[in-house]
């Protein structure tokens, strides 16, 4: 059973930058697409990108100049760098797997890790 | 960005059926494949419908799911209390670089 735990702090200051850890277990991440989602509170879910184990990442067009998503397969675990957070940061992140021909396919998600951005 | 429309809410009593909508364009449920998760309060998102209509293993077959054009829907028969959640529907869409559209989602309220 493939599980995804998120990591990382749950309070940023503006203008910072959040680094977020997603730890794959009990499967290879060699195997998909590895996605982060976000979800504002009270609002609906937003895509921020994807990567692949040979680290070739796809962006969400309006978050590309902020986002930095990375992977190390030896540690079989992917990372979300966001620079320069706004109060309108604040949301829970998600970690997920993706599917390998289908983007959009999130059969493993991760609990979610709340982070709040505010000074 | 693009935008996939779903109604705000939607509601049904035990034993009903109850069918959810989601509308988006031709760069998105028009030529892609839709997606369907379930959110019960304060947990991640379920996987409910994969490539239209398809069920993962272990969701109930009172689960389809059907897309027409550029359009999809969700369809939920015999009504549980324990379908009461928010549902989103999700497809790639092909404008700018490719993205993942979701849905404004759903809340489903068992009556």
């Known amino acids: 059973q493939v599980q995804l735990q998120e990591s990382g702090p749950g309070l940023v200051k503006p203008s910072e930058t959040l680094s977020l850890t997603c730890t794959v277990s009990g499967g290879s991440i060699r195997s998909n697409y590895w996605s982060w989602i976000r979800q504002s509170p009270g609002k609906g879910l937003e895509w921020i990108g994807k990567?692949?184990?040979?680290?070739?990442?796809t962006y969400n067009p309006s978050l590309k100049s902020r986002v930095i998503i990375s992977v190390d397969m030896f540690k079989n675990e992917f990372s979300l760098k966001l620079s320069s957070l706004t109060a309108a940061d604040t949301a829970v992140y998600y970690c997920a797997r993706d599917g390998i021909l289908s983007t959009g396919w999130f059969d493993y998600w991760g609990r979610g890790t709340l982070v709040t951005v505010s000074s | 960005q693009p935008v996939v429309t779903q109604p705000p809410s939607a509601s049904g009593t035990p034993g009903q059926s109850v069918t959810i909508s989601c509308s988006g364009s031709s760069s998105n449920i028009g030529p892609n494949y839709v997606y369907w998760y379930k959110q019960a309060p304060g947990t991640a998102p379920k996987l409910l419908i994969y490539r239209n209509d398809q069920r993962p293993s272990g969701v109930p077959d009172r689960f389809s799911g059907s897309k027409s054009g550029t359009s999809a829907s969700l369809a939920i028969s015999g009504l549980r209390s324990e379908d009461e959640a928010d549902y989103f529907c999700?497809?790639?869409?092909?404008?700018?670089?490719?993205?993942?559209?979701f849905g404004g989602g759903t809340k489903l309220t068992v009556l």
């Open positions: 999700a497809a790639w869409d092909d404008s700018l670089s490719g993205l993942v559209v």
């Open positions: 990567i692949f184990y040979s680290g070739s990442a």
